[in-house]
C-alpha cells in the first residue's frame, strides 16, 4: 500500500506561481510512475503530468506544457507541481497519483488539494 498526501494548493491571481507537494509514504519501494490529475468543477478528470521513480524524462498534458514542470526528490518520497503563469482555467482540485507498473491505471490516489486562479 501506498498513502499520497497533497499539499500547496490556495487561490492565487492569474499569472501567479503555485507549487504543489505530494508526500508518499508506505512501500514506496514499489512505485514505477507518479502522476498528477486535476478536475475542476463540473468536468471530467484531466491528466496533467507524470514522471518516472527512477527518473527521466517528465511529459506533460499539452494544456500545461511550458507553463507546469514535474520534478521529484526520492530522498523526501516527494514528487512536486511547479505551476507557472497561472490561468483562471487551471482552477481546479489537483491530484497526485501512484502506479507499480510502468504503464496502465494508476493505483493510489491522494486526497486532492484545491487550487483556485482569480481573473
Known amino acids: 500500500q501506498v498513502q499520497l498526501v497533497e499539499s500547496g494548493g490556495q487561490l492565487v491571481q492569474a499569472g501567479g506561481s503555485l507549487r504543489l507537494s505530494c508526500a508518499a509514504s508506505?512501500?514506496?519501494?514499489?512505485?514505477?510512475?507518479m502522476g498528477w490529475f486535476r478536475q475542476a468543477p463540473e468536468k471530467e478528470r484531466e491528466f496533467v503530468g507524470l514522471v518516472t521513480w527512477s527518473g527521466g524524462i517528465p511529459s506533460y498534458a499539452d494544456s500545461i506544457k511550458g507553463r507546469f514542470t514535474i520534478s521529484r526528490d526520492n530522498a523526501k518520497n516527494t514528487v512536486y507541481l511547479q505551476m507557472n503563469s497561472l490561468k483562471p482555467e487551471d482552477t481546479a482540485v489537483y491530484y497526485c497519483?501512484?502506479?507499480?507498473?510502468?504503464?496502465?491505471?494508476?493505483?493510489?490516489w491522494g486526497q486532492g488539494t484545491q487550487v483556485a486562479v482569480s481573473a
Open positions: 497519483a501512484a502506479r507499480f507498473a510502468a504503464f496502465g491505471p494508476f493505483d493510489y
Open positions: 508506505g512501500v514506496t519501494s514499489g512505485i514505477n510512475t
